[in-house]
């Protein structure tokens, strides 16, 4: 059995090796749109294809205890005893955007480990949460019937990172009314590529296959547009400034002092904030 230490160099290593070509797909929206049970049912279909596949579920992490259920993985237990799928749960620790911080590491470890398809299940999120686009090849965006009207379409917010549109639960009545309100957002969206909408129901697989190939239109987009790539290095370089203000967070403790004389008005924030840098040796003078 590996030691710490042993461990550690292994991941150290992983971590350096060059980036393996995996597949990454996020999948997100808000909470109790059917992300686990859609994702569990992409799972039964990549390993009918082959495809060594992991699942990365971020849950979120309670501001009063620091815990986490950790409880996405409950729903793929029927993948459990598969040796070409590996489920990780991962609790957010307060990270905001949907993902946990060490998401992009894990999915760096996974490609090194020779996974083709790496699945990123966000945890529920708002209009706001818009980092699992800039971690995933394809973003994935599950809506359920009956959670908003044509003005909540409008927003967008986390609707516009879609690369796919999932209408998830599509036997409810509502369903026809909601594609026909994204529809219309989708036609109003810029670029090259309109985000297609999927209609599923996940807890029967309906739709999946559908899903599924929606995915392989947008990978194979990705490949001929050069998108791929911009992605890819746009990814590697949120990981580094994440890292580097990480690094720099950790140094940068604020004197009762300063925050003394900010609290009674005799400096402000920013020329606090600027003080701080300066002492650090990041700053100007």
Not at 41 to 65: E, Y
Not at 91 to 98: A, V
Not at 99 to 127: D, F, K, M, N
Request: aromatic share 2%; proline share 5%.
């Amino acid at each position: 059995m590996e030691n710490g230490d042993t461990r550690v160099r292994s991941l150290e290593k992983a971590l350096k090796a060059p980036a393996a070509r995996a597949r990454v797909i996020g999948l997100t929206g808000a909470p109790g749109a059917g992300k686990s049970t859609v994702t569990s049912a992409l799972v039964r279909v990549l390993r009918a294809r082959g495809l060594r596949t992991a699942v990365l579920a971020i849950d979120p992490t309670s501001p009063f205890s620091g815990g986490a259920l950790l409880g996405d993985r409950i729903r793929m237990q029927g993948h459990a005893t598969d040796p070409g799928v590996f489920i990780r749960s991962m609790g957010s620790r307060g990270q905001l955007g949907g993902l946990a911080a060490a998401t992009p590491q894990a999915i760096r470890v996974l490609a090194a480990a020779g996974y083709e398809v790496i699945l990123v299940e966000t945890v529920g999120v708002g209009q706001a949460e818009v980092e699992i686009a800039s971690a995933a090849d394809t973003t994935v965006v599950l809506v359920v019937p009956g959670m908003g009207d044509s003005i909540q379409a409008a927003k967008a917010g986390v609707l516009e990172v879609a690369d796919v549109l999932v209408v998830n639960k599509g036997d409810r009545p509502e369903t026809q009314a909601t594609v026909r309100d994204l529809t219309a957002m989708v036609a109003l969206a810029p670029g090259e590529w309109r985000p297609p909408i999927v209609t599923t129901v996940g807890t029967t697989g309906e739709g999946i296959d559908d899903l599924v190939g929606q995915l392989d239109r947008h990978e194979a987009w990705l490949d001929a547009s050069g998108e791929r790539e911009r992605r890819r290095i746009a990814r590697a370089c949120d990981e580094v400034t994440a890292l580097a203000f990480g690094a720099v967070a950790r140094r940068l403790a604020v004197p009762a002092e300063l925050a003394a004389r900010v609290a009674d008005g005799r400096c402000g924030p920013h020329e606090a904030a600027e003080e701080l840098l300066l002492a650090a040796g990041i700053g100007t003078p």
